[in-house]
């Protein structure tokens, strides 16, 4: 069974950064690919970072230069580095991940994946 369980939200000031963490067990973050989507208040599940097996990345526009995706395989954990943090990034933060990796895949669609967590809260004031 697979689990995803993310960590590290937090309530922060506009230009600070955060890291999140997603612990995956049943499955291994070597082969599959994962992403990371957030929900705001009112607002539509959006895609932000994409990470393939082979390491290659996909970031939405709205977090391109300064979010960041890695992973760590021996723990089994992916990573979200957020810097320069605003207001319009607060949202309820998910990852999700997929066995079956190809890099033809837009890792930024939701339909995409097969498992998800259940999200961590990052509220940015002004």
């Known amino acids: 069974q697979v689990r995803l369980v993310e960590s590290g939200g937090d309530s922060v000031q506009a230009g600070e950064s955060l890291t999140l963490s997603c612990v995956a067990s049943g499955f291994d973050t070597s082969k599959g690919c994962m992403g990371w989507f957030r929900q705001a208040p009112g607002k539509e599940r959006e895609g932000i970072a994409g990470?393939?097996?082979?390491?290659?990345?996909a970031f939405a526009d709205s977090v391109k230069g300064r979010f960041t995706v890695s992973k760590d395989n021996v723990k089994n954990t992916l990573y979200l580095q957020m810097n320069s943090l605003k207001p319009e990034d607060t949202a309820i933060y998910y990852c999700?991940?997929?066995?079956?990796?190809?890099?033809?895949?837009?890792?930024?669609?939701?339909?995409?994946?097969?498992?998800r967590g259940q999200g961590t809260q990052v509220t940015v004031s002004s």
């Open positions: 999700a991940a997929r066995r079956q990796c190809f890099g033809t895949l837009d890792l930024l669609r939701d339909k995409v994946y097969t498992y």
């Open positions: 990470l393939y097996a082979t390491g290659g990345t």
